[in-house]
């Protein structure tokens, strides 16, 4: 008898390992590296995801300091925090950032750049989150949610790659899977300091649309566009708020709690990046219980 408990033990312990993995896997599923529009489903009470990459991008123009060069960026560094089914904190920045410059131009704030060589580097910005799934996914509908984030000024003006300002962005998600294929959209609103004078804004739309496709267990091929355009006349727009859009295409693949990923960019405007590369690993575990 007392063997046979112990068996059964083992089992319910070996049951909740694989329940727990599932669980892991199927979270990790819902996060979007290395895409950037944000799915509606958040990754689970008590889950954190941790994530680690980088980016290198080419003829990234920079219209404040008239800066254009290839773009470093490592580790790109991303944490989710579960904090019930239907919310998470979201916390994205990079700690270095480096411009390999190859060419300079006139620019409002190009005589306050402070570095010597065809070399500049920073921090990044850092970017606070949180995300709340409104409705759950069902058979006839889509799932729905929001996404509130601040930008946070660290990157400065003397390094040439920082705004100085402090923007504001709130967005409408949603998600739907059908068969293979994953869904994404997002529509919102962006609030963009202005960087030259402290009492005017930059009111932008925000879009992103995002497909997911399933080639085989764990796998899969994945592209989106992504990107803001001014709801204001162009010569209204301020210096270093202009329109922005990306193409990514990629491919990742998910083993258990672990994904890998890869992509390559193509901007659409004339301040993105005219070809970049990126790729990460993103990893979830259970770190707590909500009470």
Known sequence: MQHATVQHGSTRKFLACV?????????AHAQQRPLVTEDPETIGSGLVLV???FDQQRKVFYPLSGLTGDLLRVPTLGLSLGLSSIAEIQIDWSPYQRLTVNERQAAPLAAMLDFTGDQTSDIDDLVIGTKVRLIPEGAGRPAFGVRFATKLPNASNESGLGTDTMD???SALVGKTVESIRVVGNVGLGLL??????DQQN????YGFSLARAVRQGLEVVGEINGRTSLHPAEEVPVGTENRSVVRVGGRFTAATVRVDAGVLIGLTSSDPSFGITAGVTWVFRAFTIP
């Open 168 to 170: 504001f962005f709130v």
């Open 19 to 27: 329940g727990l993995v599932i669980c892991l896997a199927a979270r």
């Open 203 to 206: 009111d932008v739309l925000t």
């Open 51 to 53: 994530e680690g990459g």
């Open 193 to 198: 300091g202005d960087p030259i004078r402290g």
